[in-house]
T-cell receptor, first 114, second 111 residues
Framework: NAGVMQNPRHLVRRRGQEARLRCSPM?????VYWYRQLPEEGLKFMVY????????ESGMPKERFSAEFPKEGPSILRIQQVVRGDSAAYFC????????????FGNGTRLTVT | DQQVKQNSPSLSVQEGRISILNCDYT??????FLWYKKYPAEGPTFLIS?????DKNEDGRFTVFLNKSAKHLSLHIVPSQPGDSAVYFC??????????FGTGTRLTVIP
């Protein structure tokens, strides 16, 4: 009974490179969420997706960030031309439905930009 | 604009005693509230939730209380155990798509 799987656990990128973070939701869950946690802060919502659709991207920076959840395969959070301020822990969560149900989180990807 | 606030960054409690973690919110549209527990290098783990139609929900050693008029909720853990030591996050939603999280309270249970 696998939980939410994220990989890689740690990712180091130089400024200007691209970062790709992957998330496989729990079995039976069709709703995926991405959150970011900066040091000493709470988790901040970035984007909510269902299969092949972005439902809410109100928390996503307008530039350099994109997310997808294709029909087949994991959800991908992509950060182009990374900057030092992108260094954070990125958490993916999934749920079986959208309203008033707990989100189940993965163990996160810690991105370090050097 | 922090809509969910946890004003105590840390709390220390003796083993066996009660731990009370507090959370305040500003958005009166929130109708579902959750508590998560987080260990270092792991993702948050769901603990307990409460709908705005209730004022109390209990699950074993964990009880969440909701005071809608004060826009305040609290998590009680009794008796506290050393394994409860972690960071606890309060979260809220209006039934929309995203959860708003507080900044967390680090609980230390002293054996």
């Amino acid at each position: 009974n696998a939980g939410v799987m994220q990989n890689p656990r740690h990712l180091v990128r130089r400024r200007g490179q691209e970062a790709r973070l992957r998330c496989s939701p729990m079995k039976g869950h069709s709703h995926v969420y991405w959150y970011r946690q900066l040091p000493e802060e709470g988790l901040k919502f970035m984007v909510y997706l269902q299969k092949e659709n972005i439902i809410d991207e109100s928390g996503m920076p307008k530039e350099r960030f994109s997310a997808e959840f294709p029909k087949e395969g994991p959800s991908i959070l992509r950060i182009q031309q990374v900057v030092r301020g992108d260094s954070a822990a990125y958490f993916c969560a999934s749920s079986p439905r959208s309203a008033n149900s707990p989100l189940h989180f993965g163990n996160g990807t810690r991105l370090t930009v050097t | 604009d922090q809509q969910v606030k946890q004003n105590s960054p840390s709390l220390s409690v003796q083993e066996g005693r009660i731990s009370i973690l507090n959370c305040d919110y500003t958005n009166s549209m929130f109708d579902y509230f959750l508590w998560y527990k987080k260990y270092p290098a792991e993702g948050p783990t769901f603990l307990i939730s409460i709908s705005s139609i209730k004022d109390k929900n209990e699950d074993g050693r964990f009880t969440v209380f909701l005071n809608k008029s004060a826009k305040h909720l609290s998590l009680h853990i009794v008796p506290s155990q050393p394994g409860d030591s972690a960071v606890y996050f309060c979260a809220a939603t209006s039934g929309a798509n995203n959860l708003f999280f507080g900044t967390g309270t680090r609980l230390t249970v002293i054996p």
